[in-house]
């Protein structure tokens, strides 16, 4: 193989990966609301471990 094939082969891989990165992306307005983290209440101590 040649420099030119070799670089043309690594353009059309790099070209690929890109495709195929923006092709699995889901658009900006079909995705799900973000995750909204919440802090649990505490739970009352079980006072069977209690020692």
């Known amino acids: 193989m040649t420099e030119r ?3 043309i082969a690594i ?3 790099v070209l ?3 495709g195929l990165v923006f092709s699995t992306r889901t658009p ?3 995705r799900g609301p ?3 983290w919440r802090e649990t ?3 009352p101590a079980s006072r069977s471990l209690q020692i």
């Open 41 to 43: 209440p505490p739970s």
């Open 5 to 7: 094939q070799v670089l």
């Open 11 to 13: 353009g059309l891989t």
């Open 34 to 36: 973000e995750l909204i």
């Open 16 to 18: 690929l990966v890109i």
């Open 28 to 30: 900006e307005a079909s």
